[in-house]
């Protein structure tokens, strides 16, 4: 394996999706730096990948209150570190009538599926623009495709990322700075081991995790 020496940043890095993704970017030779709320989560997965031989920085952080979000970045800044890879996985739902379900808890899911996506991405960006080159992924459900009844407020904020992310693709045009949508379902599918993601590349496409499947928007190598 050769070390990238980039770092990659991902959100919610201890399970689920973020935990694969982190994974398999640390056995392409990536540094990571892994968020979540939880620091024993958090060591113990560090503590996983180091056998890799790769560097890795560890912030727990509660990224449904905004000051956190920032704090995130600043500490990176502050250390020198300058993120090559964005993946925005952290994201919670509730399940029941709008009308039934608590409205606080609601607006924690807004808070955190939609407002430090904003936030984690434009101070990504004020970072990367000026060194011509990075790349973004966000993660949203695979249901976000259908309507989702007893889990509205969730469904919506999934179909605002993938709007979001389409409109900044054509603001990000011949920026340097990609942007991808993951559709992901991702529990135990083996999806980093079937198919060989070339992160040289651009990333323009929207992928699906749970099945391989490849909404064409641009430039992506992907091999089964």
């Known amino acids: 394996m050769e070390r990238k020496n980039q770092y990659v940043l991902i959100t919610e890095a201890t399970q689920g999706a973020g935990y694969e993704l982190a994974k398999w970017f640390a056995k392409q030779g990536y540094d990571l730096v892994m968020v979540a709320r939880n620091h024993d989560e958090l060591k113990v997965k560090a503590d996983e990948f180091k056998n890799l031989g790769v560097h890795i920085i560890t912030t727990a952080k509660n990224l449904?209150?905004?000051?956190?979000?920032?704090?995130?970045?600043?500490?990176?800044?502050?250390?020198?570190?300058?993120?090559?890879?964005?993946?925005?996985?952290?994201?919670?739902?509730v399940c029941?009538?709008?009308?039934?379900?608590?409205?606080?808890?609601?607006?924690?899911?807004?808070?955190?599926?939609i407002v430090s996506v904003i936030i984690l991405t434009r101070l990504f960006l004020k970072d990367r623009?000026?060194?011509?080159?990075?790349?973004?992924?966000?993660?949203?459900?695979?249901?976000?495709?259908t309507s989702g009844s007893w889990r509205s407020v969730h469904h919506g904020t999934q179909a605002f990322i993938i709007s979001w992310s389409e409109s900044m693709?054509?603001?990000?045009?011949?920026?340097?700075?990609?942007?991808?949508?993951?559709?992901?379902?991702?529990?135990?599918?083996?999806?980093?081991?079937?198919?060989?993601?070339?992160?040289?590349?651009?990333?323009?496409?929207?992928?699906s995790l749970k099945e391989g499947v490849i909404n064409d928007f641009n430039t992506l190598n992907i091999e089964r």
């Open 64 to 93: 449904f209150i905004p000051e956190d979000v920032y704090s995130l970045y600043s500490e990176l800044k502050l250390n020198g570190i300058s993120p090559e890879i964005l993946v925005n996985n952290a994201g919670q739902d």
């Open 96 to 113: 029941g009538k709008f009308q039934d379900t608590d409205i606080y808890r609601e607006i924690d899911i807004v808070n955190l599926n």
């Open 129 to 145: 623009l000026s060194k011509g080159s990075g790349k973004i992924l966000n993660l949203v459900s695979e249901e976000s495709k």
């Open 169 to 207: 693709r054509q603001e990000l045009k011949d920026s340097g700075i990609s942007i991808t949508v993951l559709l992901s379902e991702l529990a135990d599918a083996d999806f980093f081991n079937e198919v060989d993601i070339d992160m040289n590349e651009d990333i323009d496409r929207v992928i």
